[in-house]
């Protein structure tokens, strides 16, 4: 039980509601790619990449149908391959960390059996579920027996999920063509980017479901729609960035505070918050966004509250689950972060007309 329960002075009793090895690898990685490498980063970023390549689950359990079970193979859960029930947006990351890592070097076996189990999981109407495409006909919510979770009951389609196996099945298609002629891979980008400008709100916000939460869900709104090959010029985009600017705070940070995930709308936070400044910045970057000095202004922020050792202090919970249940991503705080920063150096040293070496 030492591996799931645990107390010490600081924090308390704390129970772990999930491992995250293989999620959390994922985004690790992107992040450090960002980063001008060192021996210390290409050893982190092998290591990481091996991880994942032994997460992966590479065959179909015996008579998973007869369980109805969607087909595993090919996808990777949230903990790792122990676990056995895959996810698509942790598919889709663990996918789009390992091409950050190797690049057109990559296994295309590997990329092609990913893509198949992310295909697997899509709905009719263009987005992605969660472990697997929707079945239910009709919406089941009014059985709902749980006092605390809320849209639980079935399958949906989530701009998270969505935005994430977009953005992977465009990793595949544009490193590995015979993958995407394969899986006509094209057709499921195009319906995931659809359904994503579909439910974009009026005002250029995605609501998010697995973090807090309209910060959160534009973000992968953004960079699903940037996987497409939407322009900076999009209007999509342009109302989305929109938005973010518009909640940036005087100190150059963000922050949504977590009751809005009950009410459905957004509740500014009384205080910046550190991922979800970085979740913003992100954001922007990916999507091309020209007003440097709101951008300058939110990874001043990020600089100035990071600590002595290179990590960022703990603040509210950012994930969430099924709209109630708030969760505390330890990692979050440090990845996220990186990775906001990463990408604006680069974009910092384009600006400067700078090349690396």
């Given at each position: 039980?030492?591996g799931w329960?645990?107390?010490?002075?600081?924090?308390?009793l704390?129970?772990?509601?999930?491992?995250?090895a293989?999620?959390?690898?994922?985004?690790?990685l992107?992040?450090?790619?960002?980063?001008?490498?060192?021996?210390r980063?290409r050893?982190?970023?092998r290591?990481?990449?091996?991880?994942?390549?032994g997460?992966?689950?590479r065959?179909?359990?015996?008579r998973?149908?007869?369980?109805c079970?969607?087909?595993p193979?090919g996808g990777?859960?949230?903990?790792?391959g122990?676990h056995g029930?895959?996810?698509?947006d942790?598919?889709?990351e663990?996918v789009?960390?390992?091409v950050?890592?190797h690049?057109?070097n990559?296994?295309s076996?590997?990329?092609?059996e990913a893509?198949?189990?992310?295909?697997?999981?899509?709905?009719?109407?263009?987005g992605?579920?969660s472990y697997e495409a929707r079945?239910?006909a009709?919406?089941?919510?009014f059985?709902n027996?749980?006092?605390?979770f809320?849209e639980?009951m079935t399958e949906?389609?989530f701009?998270?999920?969505t935005a994430s196996?977009?953005?992977?099945?465009?990793a595949?298609?544009?490193r590995f063509?015979?993958i995407?002629?394969?899986?006509?891979?094209a057709d499921?980008?195009?319906?995931g980017?659809l359904w994503l400008?579909r439910?974009?709100a009026?005002d250029?916000?995605?609501?998010?479901v697995w973090g807090v939460?309209?910060?959160?869900?534009?973000l992968?709104?953004?960079?699903g729609l940037?996987s497409?090959?939407?322009?900076p010029g999009?209007?999509?985009?342009r109302?989305?960035?929109?938005?973010?600017?518009?909640?940036q705070?005087?100190?150059?940070g963000?922050?949504?505070?977590?009751?809005?995930?009950?009410?459905?709308?957004?509740v500014?936070h009384?205080?910046s918050?550190?991922?979800?400044?970085?979740?913003?910045l992100i954001?922007?970057l990916?999507?091309g966004?020209?007003?440097?000095a709101?951008i300058?202004?939110?990874?001043?922020?990020?600089?100035d509250t990071?600590?002595?050792?290179g990590?960022?202090?703990?603040?509210?919970m950012?994930?969430?689950?099924?709209?109630t249940?708030?969760l505390?991503?330890?990692?979050y705080r440090?990845?996220?972060?990186l990775?906001a920063?990463?990408?604006?150096?680069?974009?910092r040293r384009k600006?400067?007309?700078l090349?690396d070496?």
């Amino acid at each position: 039980m030492d591996g799931w329960i645990w107390e010490d002075e600081d924090d308390g009793l704390r129970v772990t509601g999930a491992r995250s090895a293989s999620w959390d690898t994922g985004f690790a990685l992107q992040a450090l790619a960002t980063v001008p490498e060192t021996d210390r980063v290409r050893d982190a970023l092998r290591r990481g990449a091996d991880f994942l390549l032994g997460e992966q689950i590479r065959t179909s359990f015996e008579r998973f149908r007869e369980a109805c079970r969607a087909d595993p193979k090919g996808g990777w859960c949230f903990a790792g391959g122990w676990h056995g029930w895959p996810v698509s947006d942790c598919t889709a990351e663990a996918v789009l960390g390992l091409v950050a890592v190797h690049g057109d070097n990559a296994d295309s076996s590997v990329l092609g059996e990913a893509a198949g189990f992310m295909l697997r999981s899509q709905n009719p109407d263009g987005g992605f579920g969660s472990y697997e495409a929707r079945r239910s006909a009709v919406g089941l919510e009014f059985l709902n027996p749980a006092e605390m979770f809320g849209e639980s009951m079935t399958e949906h389609s989530f701009v998270e999920c969505t935005a994430s196996c977009v953005a992977a099945l465009a990793a595949c298609r544009d490193r590995f063509p015979e993958i995407g002629h394969r899986l006509a891979v094209a057709d499921s980008i195009a319906r995931g980017a659809l359904w994503l400008r579909r439910n974009q709100a009026a005002d250029g916000s995605w609501r998010g479901v697995w973090g807090v939460q309209y910060i959160y869900g534009t973000l992968f709104g953004i960079r699903g729609l940037v996987s497409d090959r939407a322009g900076p010029g999009d209007p999509a985009l342009r109302a989305a960035c929109r938005w973010l600017l518009e909640r940036q705070r005087q100190d150059g940070g963000w922050g949504e505070h977590h009751s809005g995930c009950l009410s459905g709308r957004y509740v500014p936070h009384r205080e910046s918050q550190i991922i979800q400044t970085a979740w913003a910045l992100i954001a922007l970057l990916e999507a091309g966004e020209t007003d440097w000095a709101a951008i300058s202004r939110g990874a001043g922020f990020l600089l100035d509250t990071q600590e002595a050792d290179g990590t960022w202090p703990k603040q509210d919970m950012a994930g969430v689950f099924f709209r109630t249940a708030l969760l505390d991503y330890a990692l979050y705080r440090q990845y996220f972060p990186l990775h906001a920063l990463g990408l604006y150096e680069q974009r910092r040293r384009k600006r400067l007309g700078l090349v690396d070496n």
